[in-house]
């Protein structure tokens, strides 16, 4: 069976771009092969320098990732820094890295371009990636297309450690997906936090009400007919209906007579209806109190034993016992 691995960012209250985008791929992996996943929370100190906002995320996330359906049974699920060994093996595999590759990040570059400080954190993110993957043994890493570079780099690496040491790392495969579209926000942007034009998954009827009707639409009188192709409501709606209502609704766009703010009061209750059943998960994981950290105990416990066993391969590889 394949080890599927993957690593997420804790990076605060999830919005439906990062539910479509990010958390639903991971999920539905379950199934697939052996699923391995964890919160990349030493990753997010490159740009999070906020004691009590980084232990909220890994909690959030954590109770957001099993409200919409992560089996903790199925799939080992643990917190990075749980595992000394992501850096222990980072600092091996950076006496191997040359530092012109690094240079060409362009992940590097884009981050430094958005204003966070270029510290040696940043600048060496993706080995610290390539330990990540390295240490379990992973066959596949499905990523988006912004992380392609920082996998060929974890192939690059496994290849000169095992040049140079002996055949010790198994050389792991991106899985690129293409298909993940972009869930436009409420401004038809890209849905971004950066962008505040997000909808939270788990917010409050009447706030997500309120953002709802807020979606820009252009000035197409009421009764005029309207273009579904590039409708922002539309767009979201297609995630979360029926392709029975996504129909009706693309047939009354066509004919006219009926106002935007019909079609966003559909898209509203559609909303609530597909989501209800994870809200209600995420009440009852909330009422139980420890539940949370015991699933990354576990998963700490079950990650620990086979990244011990990567280390002491790595170790006698190197000399270092
Ligand atoms: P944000 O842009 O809100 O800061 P992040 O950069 O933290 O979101 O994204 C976390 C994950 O969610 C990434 O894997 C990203 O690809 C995915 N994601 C974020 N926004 C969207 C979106 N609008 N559409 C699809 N996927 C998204
Ligand atoms: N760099 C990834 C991102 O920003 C997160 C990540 C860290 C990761 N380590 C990983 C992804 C290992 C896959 C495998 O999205």
Sequence with gaps: ?????????????????????????ILDMQGRGEVFVFLADLHALTSLRDADAMRANVHEATVDFLACGLDPEKTVYWRQSDIPAHAELMWILSTLTPKPMLEL??????????????????FTYPVLQAADILLYDSDVVPVGRDQRQHLEMTRDIAAKFNAAYGDTFKLPD?????????????????????YGNTLELFQDEKPMRKKVMSIVTDSTPLEAPKDPAGSNILALYRLVASP????????DFRA?????????????????????????RRAEILARPGYVDEVLEEGARRARAIADATMDRVRSAVGLR
């Design 244 to 251: 029975e209502q996504v129909a009706r609704m693309e047939d």
């Design 105 to 122: 990040a362009v992940s590097y570059k884009d981050k430094v371009e958005q204003g966070i400080a270029a510290n040696a954190g940043l």
């Design 174 to 194: 991106a899985e690129i997906s293409d298909e993940v579209a972009v869930v436009p926000g409420l401004d038809g942007r890209k849905m971004s936090k950066s």
């Design 256 to 280: 006219g007579g009926i106002g935007y703010g019909d079609f966003k009061k559909r898209l509203f209750e559609s909303l609530q209806e597909y989501f209800a059943p994870m809200r209600a």
């Design 1 to 25: 069976m394949k080890r599927i691995l993957t690593g997420i960012q804790p990076s605060g209250t999830l919005h439906i771009g990062n539910y479509f985008g990010a958390m639903r791929p």
